[in-house]
C-alpha cells in the first residue's frame, strides 16, 4: 500500500506548486509594480502645475493649500494669452529652438560622420578635447560667451541666442557612436557604384541614422527652449525676450500673479511634451542601439 501511494504523494507537491504558479502569474510584468509608483512620483509636479492653473491667486496662497480648485479659474490663461508680448514671446523661442535644432543636425551630422569613418592625423586628441568641453560648466563659459557676442554685435539679438547653441559636443558625440554602430558595407557598396562621401551620407547613413537624428533633436530643442540662465544675461529689451525669459516678468517684487505663473509654464511645457511624445519610439530605438563603441 504504501508502495503504490508513495508515486501518487509525490506528484501531489509538484502539481500544487505549478496550480500556484498559475495562480501568481501576473497580466503584466512584476517591474510594473515598482515603475508605477515611481512614474506617478515624477508626475506628480506637473499634476499640481495643471491643477494650480485653474485656480485663483487666493486659493494658491491660502495656507493650508487647496488640493483642488473649488471653481475653474482660467484668469490665469486669460492674463497670459491676452498680454501682448506673449505671440512675440513664442515666436521668439520657435525661431531660437528652431535655428538650434536644425543646425545641431546639420553640423553635427557632419562632425559625426567626419569622426566615425575619416582617419587624420589628430582626430582622437580632437575628439577627447571635444568632449573634454563637456565638463566645463556654462558659469565658467558665460563670460567668455558674453565677450565674444559682444564683439559680434549681438547682445540684444535672437543671434546672441542662436550662435553658441548652432553645434554641441553632445550632438556630434551621439551620431559618431551610431554612425560607428553601422556596417562598412553599406557605404563601400555605394562608393562602388561612384558616391561621394556627401553622397554616401545623404543617402545612406542619414535614412539609417533617423532614431539618432530624432535623439538629437528632442534633446536639443527640450535644452534650448528651458534656457533661462543665458537669455537672462544676453538680452535686455522685452521684444527680443524668449518665452522662458518672458515668463520672469509675471513675478514681481511685492506681488506676484502666481495663476498666471502657471498658466504660462502650461503653455511652456505643452511644446516640449508633445515633442517627446511624436520621438519617444525612435528616442528609445537610438538610446538603446547607441553604444559606446569606440
Not at 46 to 55: D, F, K, P
Not at 229 to 238: F, V
Not at 242 to 255: A, K, S
Amino acid at each position: 500500500m504504501t508502495l503504490t501511494a508513495l508515486p501518487e504523494a509525490t506528484r501531489r507537491p509538484a502539481a500544487a506548486t505549478a496550480v500556484t504558479r498559475r495562480r501568481i502569474r501576473l497580466p503584466f510584468s512584476a517591474w510594473h509594480l515598482l515603475l508605477a509608483p515611481l512614474a506617478l512620483l515624477f508626475a506628480l509636479p506637473l499634476l499640481w502645475l495643471l491643477v494650480s492653473s485653474v485656480m485663483s491667486d487666493a486659493e494658491i496662497n491660502r495656507f493650508p493649500p487647496a488640493l483642488w480648485p473649488s471653481d475653474l479659474d482660467l484668469g490665469g490663461y486669460r492674463y497670459v494669452l491676452g498680454n501682448a508680448m506673449f505671440p512675440r514671446w513664442l515666436l521668439n523661442s520657435l525661431i531660437v529652438s528652431g535655428v538650434a535644432v536644425a543646425s545641431n543636425l546639420v553640423f553635427g551630422a557632419l562632425g559625426g560622420y567626419a569622426f566615425a569613418r575619416m582617419r587624420f592625423r589628430g582626430s582622437r586628441a580632437l575628439l577627447v578635447l571635444m568632449l573634454a568641453t563637456m565638463a566645463v560648466p556654462f558659469q565658467l563659459t558665460m563670460i567668455p560667451t558674453f565677450l565674444v557676442m559682444k564683439q559680434l554685435g549681438l547682445i540684444d539679438t535672437l543671434g546672441a541666442l542662436i550662435v553658441p547653441s548652432l553645434v554641441t559636443p553632445f550632438a556630434v558625440f551621439l551620431l559618431r557612436q551610431f554612425f560607428l554602430s553601422l556596417p562598412r558595407e553599406l557605404e563601400e557598396a555605394a562608393w562602388m557604384d561612384g558616391c561621394s562621401r556627401l553622397r554616401v551620407l545623404w543617402s545612406i547613413v542619414l535614412p539609417l541614422a533617423r532614431p539618432a537624428l530624432a535623439t538629437v533633436a528632442v534633446l536639443t530643442f527640450l535644452t534650448t527652449w528651458n534656457d533661462l540662465s543665458w537669455p537672462l544675461i544676453a538680452i535686455n529689451h522685452d521684444t527680443q525676450y524668449t518665452l522662458q525669459l518672458g515668463l520672469t516678468t509675471f513675478q514681481g517684487q511685492h506681488h506676484t500673479r502666481w495663476s498666471a505663473v502657471m498658466a504660462g509654464n502650461v503653455i511652456t511645457v505643452l511644446p516640449v511634451l508633445l515633442a517627446f511624445l511624436a520621438a519617444q519610439k525612435t528616442f528609445i530605438r537610438s538610446l538603446t542601439s547607441t553604444g559606446l563603441k569606440g
